[in-house]
């Protein structure tokens, strides 16, 4: 089945830690992106990505880093410098930047 | 910078009532304006997309309306039932610039269907 896979579901840092949330799609839709949720709040996007080896900052990069190296996969890195990284990670995709997007099932990230 | 506004925040209706979401933007120069459902813990499900040159679009119990001149879009579900129960968000795709296809959402509206 298509579709885009979010891994792990449930992710635990330590302060001071750098970890790595998966996006994988399977859609061959090239344009990608990263956004975050928390309570009470509308999604907010931290980068996205239009074709590989090339991706643009969204509203709240600080203190996250990408990669898009290959067309499926595109990665989100949570670094040290995000001080506040509690909260839920959505990946989505689209065929192209006019059509519709679809998600993953999400990344919990907390911070202990 | 665009803004997304969900109104009600929260709802609450007995089964079988007919009830309406809506969903204002500030800027009406979009491509298309996508409906998502989010249960609790869970990620987006797409439920409809309406093109910038469409006026609606229906699947099954539901029917979403654009008017993009006045910004504002409204979502009419039919016959409700608790399984709708969930978090409906409204999200707009931008036709300028290069915001390559990045969504703006709205806060969402709680929805709570009770038997």
């Known amino acids: 089945d298509g579709g885009i896979t979010q891994s792990p579901k449930y992710l635990f840092r330590k302060e001071g830690q750098n970890v790595t949330l998966s996006c994988e799609q399977n859609l061959n839709h090239d344009a990608m992106y990263w956004y975050r949720q928390d309570p009470g709040q509308g999604l907010r996007l931290i980068y996205y990505s239009q074709i590989v080896n090339d991706f643009q900052k969204g509203d709240i990069a600080e203190g996250y880093s990408v990669s898009r190296e290959k067309k499926e996969s595109f990665p989100l890195t949570v670094t040290s410098a995000q001080k506040n990284p509690t909260a839920f990670y959505l990946c989505?995709?689209?065929?192209?930047?006019?059509?519709?997007?679809?998600f993953g099932q999400g990344t919990r990230l907390t911070v202990v | 910078k665009q803004e997304v506004t969900q109104i009600p925040a929260a709802l609450s209706v007995p089964e079988g009532e007919n009830l309406v979401l809506n969903c204002s933007f500030t800027?009406?120069?979009?491509?298309?304006l996508q409906w998502f459902r989010q249960d609790p813990g869970k990620g987006l499900t797409s439920l409809l997309l309406?093109?910038?040159?469409?006026r609606e679009q229906t699947s099954g119990r539901l029917n979403a309306s654009l008017d993009k001149s006045s910004g504002r879009s409204t979502l009419y579900i039919a016959a409700s039932q608790p399984g709708d129960s969930a978090t409906y968000l409204c999200?707009?795709?931008?036709?300028?610039?290069?915001?390559?296809?990045?969504?703006?959402f709205g806060r969402g509206t709680q929805l709570t269907v009770w038997p």
């Open positions: 800027d009406s120069a979009i491509y298309n």
């Open positions: 989505a995709s689209k065929v192209e930047r006019n059509t519709e997007a679809f």
């Open positions: 309406i093109q910038s040159s469409q």
């Open positions: 999200a707009v795709t931008l036709d300028r610039g290069s915001t390559l296809g990045r969504l703006y």
